[in-house]
């Protein structure tokens, strides 16, 4: 089977530099300073050849600038139009993702994003894939919990 956590990188790569002129990167886990803010966890279910969910954690702050960038307008807080357009920006690159483990012949589909907000942004050890990212306007992580469905 192929690296999981390549796929979700490379999709949430070209969507970050497609969507908002922004470059990002791998950094060490340990490195996670930024992310002990108020957070939106946007989870996205995974059904077919593998099961599970794709946890992205992102700073409000970041949250707030995405939207911001997407938008051309200054956003303050968490409202309605903040969750629905940073959930459809994880939609994509979940999406997108799918299309890099079809690639390898892992065939799944996403389920509709759900949203928490939390008061930190810790990685629980939910999985051993976890994808800590940096860009120019903070840090994000994605926890790939899925696992291969038993026929």
């Known amino acids: 089977m192929t690296d999981l956590t390549h796929p979700f990188f490379k999709a949430t790569q070209e969507v970050f530099r497609l969507m908002l002129d922004l470059d990002i990167k791998k950094t060490p886990p340990e490195q996670l300073s930024e992310l002990k803010n108020k957070a939106v966890n946007v989870s996205i279910g995974i059904i077919g050849d593998l099961e ?13 600038e995405i939207v911001r ?35 390898h012949q892992v065939q799944c589909d996403i389920q509709p994003p759900s949203i928490e907000y939390t008061d930190t942004c810790t990685i629980q050890n939910k ?9 120019s306007i903070g840090q994000l992580h994605v926890d790939i919990q899925l696992v291969r469905k038993v026929a």
Do not use: H, Q, R, W
């Open 69 to 103: 960038i997407l938008s051309g307008m200054e956003m303050k807080e968490l409202d309605d139009f903040v969750t629905s357009a940073i959930s459809e920006v994880v939609n994509i690159i979940s999406g997108n993702a799918m299309t890099g483990l079809f690639d």
């Open 127 to 135: 999985s051993d894939k976890v994808l800590t990212l940096e860009t």
């Open 52 to 64: 599970g969910k794709i946890e992205y954690c992102i700073p409000e702050s970041i949250t707030l």
